[in-house]
């Protein structure tokens, strides 16, 4: 029997969590920019220590905080992957708001936090200029290579059993 977990993607629009779901679901990336207008779903059938389980991603459209998404995509949810653009300032620059909401609102839910198109800057650069909280923990992400895409869905799913 496989376990159904439902993950949610969050971010400001534009920040690449569409990309990210289609390279780690279709193995595919475009560099057409599509506007996610409400939720897309996908499933993904993945092996977490020896435990069969359904990842049900919702890729929620990006909103400037988690407050304006609606409750109905949220509630459920057994863990989110907070995605931010690091070449977009404004998209991590609340960052610890938005991580203290998911706290206050969905205690003990896992947050994997994703610094994505990090192929625009060296791994080096991107650890040593988000070092400090709370950027402690996070992956840097390509949808665009793939690098460290499947290492990020595999995270949250192990913090999910």
């Known amino acids: 029997m496989s376990l159904a977990k439902k993950v949610v993607l969050l971010g400001h629009f534009g920040v690449g969590k569409t990309s990210l779901l289609r390279r780690y679901v279709d193995e595919a990336f475009s560099e057409e920019y599509l506007v996610t207008v409400g939720v897309h779903v996908k499933k993904k059938d993945v092996l977490v220590d020896g435990n069969e389980m359904s990842l049900i991603i919702w890729d929620i ?32 620059e609340s960052i610890q708001g938005e991580l203290d909401y998911l706290e206050k609102h ?9 610094g994505n ?3 625009l800057f060296t791994q080096e650069f991107s650890e040593s200029f988000f070092k400090d909280e709370p950027f402690n923990g996070c992956i840097f992400t390509s949808a ?12 949250i799913a192990t913090n999910m059993l």
């Not at 665009?144 to 995270?155: I, M, S, W």
């Open 61 to 92: 459209e990006g909103n400037t905080s988690i407050d304006k998404a609606r409750n109905s995509y949220l509630l459920g949810t057994h863990g989110f992957i907070y995605v931010f653009d690091i070449t977009r300032p404004e998209s991590y």
């Open 106 to 114: 969905f205690k003990g839910v896992p947050v994997c936090k994703v």
């Open 117 to 119: 198109k990090a192929d």
């Open 144 to 155: 665009k290579t793939g690098d460290k895409v499947n290492e990020l869905f595999a995270e």
